[in-house]
Every structure is written in C-alpha cells, then in structure tokens.
C-alpha cells in the first residue's frame, strides 16, 4: 500500500559481520547498513530447504505477521529480500543474546529475575493475542535479550492466526506443549499460556517440568498426566502461578492479565530496576 516507505533492501547495502548462531532453516549474520551504519541481525534461509520441507508458505505468512508488529519486548522484522539462492531477514538486533545461554550458565534464575522475564514475557503476549496472533513455540530458545536485558521474543517460526490445528508434523522439543497440542485437538491462545508457566518452572528450576530423559512417549506421558512436582526451594507464590498456568484444560488457565497482577508478581515488582 502507498503507505509502506518504499525499501527494496539488497545484500549489497550490508556489510557482513560475525555470525550470531544458526537457526533450524539458516545462519544469522551481524550486519551494518552501509548507508545508515545501523546495527542489524541477516537471516539467510536457503530456498531449496523451504520448498523442500514445503515451509516456503509458511516464511511468507510469518513476514506478513511480523511487519506489522511494534513491542518493545517483541523482536522487530524490520524487512526481507531474497537473491536466486536464499531468503533474507533483516532483523533486530538483541544487545545481549540468546536467553538460554545465560540460563545454562546461571543454572537457573533468581525469583526476582525470573519475576521480571515472565511480566515482560506476558506483556508481549497480550499484544501478540489481541493481534489473534498465538506463538505456539514459547521456550527460552526462542527468547533474546535487548541491550537492557529486556526481553525480545523471537523466531515465530510456528506463529499462526487463532484458532488454528496445527497441520505440519512439530520438530524440537515437546517439553513445552501443552496436552492439546500433544493430543493433535484443536487449540487456540491459550497454548502460549501453558507454555508462559513451563518457561516460569524452567527459569526456577534449571529444566523443564515434564522432561523425562527416557524419551517423548515418557514426556507426552507425563503432559497429558500434568504430573507436575516442585524442589523444595520454590516459594509458595511461584508454585501457585506455575499451577494456575499448567492446567489440562485451556479454559482453567489465568490469563495473561491475572499473570501480570498475580501476587508472585507483584511481590518483585518494585525491586526492578525500571529505566526511565
Ligand atoms: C523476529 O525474529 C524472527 C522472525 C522470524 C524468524 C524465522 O526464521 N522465521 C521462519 C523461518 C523459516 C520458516 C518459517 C519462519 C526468525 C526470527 N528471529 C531469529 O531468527 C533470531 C536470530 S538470532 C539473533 N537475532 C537478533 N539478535 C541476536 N543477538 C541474535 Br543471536
């Protein structure tokens, strides 16, 4: 639409930088606008993988979902181009990272850190939902860290307008579905609501509630049952939160306004150092 400031981006206009990891579909490079010098992260996805693992629709509905999207706790897709040979996204760059880095070698996150990553987590959430937007693929993976440490959700390679029934076979982990989706029914917003408490459990514990190293039909299991346990260093107030989100039925659990005032919350909230 006229609208829309003409940018037909080229690869000629960055200058390449380091790489900054590699995704399921392509690398991801450190990148500067020549013209502007501005700071980007390039996402090359090779074409011939799309088509071949037929996820070329999928790409294109992803950057028409993603154009439109401003949250400061959401990961911009500023733009894209493509050459024969590759696609390319010119991304956001977060200052500070992948998120499950630090989680890795911090083991897990104090209360109060954990408090303030899950707040950001559902205020993103709720732009996302109220744009019928669900993520269906909430996990630490798919999480940055802006230069401030604040959060930038990412790589919604599994983003879908609700309601949806998800058609293509799921890769990766199974940790973080919930039962509906690991039953194949029907599922609508409330999957990132599930998922929103098993990152709140691995943020506190170090791992996820269900994992079972004995394989998926064990973790599946273990979904379907919500066979959830608690070490014994978790407060009071975490837990109540974690239970009220890994609820079977989707209907049962809080939503993303009752997260953001729930008591767990709160309580950390004024300990935030809050720019500005
Ligand atoms: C809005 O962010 C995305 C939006 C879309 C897709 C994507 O691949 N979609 C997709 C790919 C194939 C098929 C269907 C969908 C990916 C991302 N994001 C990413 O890939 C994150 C790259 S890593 C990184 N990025 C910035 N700063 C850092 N410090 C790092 Br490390």
Redesign the pocket.
């Known amino acids: 639409n006229s609208s829309k400031p003409l940018r037909n981006f080229h690869l000629g206009m960055f200058e390449i930088g380091k790489p900054?990891?590699k995704?399921?579909?392509?690398r991801?490079y450190?990148a500067k606008e020549k013209k502007t010098g501005y700071v980007?992260?390039l996402?090359t996805?090779h074409k011939e993988e799309?088509v071949h693992?037929k996820?070329e629709r999928?790409?294109r509905?992803?950057?028409e979902i993603?154009s439109n999207?401003r949250h400061k706790n959401?990961?911009?897709?500023f733009g894209h181009f493509h050459d024969e040979k590759r696609?390319f996204?010119i991304?956001?760059?977060?200052?500070?990272?992948?998120l499950y880095k630090h989680l890795r070698r911090q083991q897990r996150f104090s209360e109060e850190l954990s408090a303030k990553y899950i707040f950001q987590m559902a205020q993103a959430l709720a732009y996302l939902h109220k744009k019928h937007v669900i993520h269906r693929d909430i996990k630490p993976e798919?999480i940055?860290?802006g230069i401030d440490g604040e959060i930038?959700?990412?790589?919604?390679?599994?983003?879908v307008h609700a309601p949806s029934n998800r058609r293509t076979t799921l890769c990766g982990t199974l940790d973080y579905l919930p039962p509906e989706m690991v039953e194949g029914k029907e599922h609508g917003a409330k999957v990132d609501l599930w998922s929103l408490g098993v990152l709140t459990y691995e943020f506190l514990v170090g791992a996820p509630p269900f994992e079972d190293i004995s394989g998926h039909s064990a973790t599946y299991r273990r979904i379907a049952k919500v066979d959830l346990k608690f070490p014994s260093f978790i407060s009071a107030e975490a837990k109540d939160l974690i239970s009220r989100l890994l609820q079977h039925s989707p209907e049962k659990r809080l939503s993303l306004d009752q997260v953001m005032r729930h008591p767990w919350i709160l309580k950390h909230k004024n300990n935030w150092d809050r720019p500005g």
């Open positions: 900054l990891g995704g399921k579909f392509g991801v450190l980007v992260a996402k996805l799309l693992s996820v999928q790409v509905r992803e950057i993603q999207l959401i990961l911009r897709l696609i996204l991304l956001e760059f977060a200052g500070r990272g992948e798919n940055l860290l930038k959700l990412s790589d919604f390679g599994w983003s």
